[in-house]
């Protein structure tokens, strides 16, 4: 964490008034929501293999069957 960047925005934030602070405390709210949330794909490699390649395979077809249908009298 950079503590400068901290310093400098605070010193801008009280320099505005009290509307424009909340508007930056929500904007500050919603940027650390922003960031990505999981787990690296190292931490996924445990999973492999975990289901089988026949049941991967009823999956693919099933997916293909039933997902890539386009109804063009949908809209």
């Not at 509307?19 to 999973?47: I, K, N, W």
């Not at 975990?50 to 395979?57: F, H, L, P, T």
């Amino acid at each position: 964490m950079n503590t400068r960047i901290i310093e400098k925005v605070m010193e801008q934030l009280q320099a505005l008034p009290y509307d424009l602070q909340r508007q930056v405390l929500e904007f500050t709210r919603s940027l650390a929501l922003s960031v990505p949330h999981g787990v690296t794909g190292r931490q996924l490699l445990q999973f492999a293999g975990a289901i089988s390649r026949s049941d991967v395979e009823l999956m693919r077809k099933a997916i293909e069957q039933g997902c890539e249908q386009v109804d063009t009298d949908e809209w």
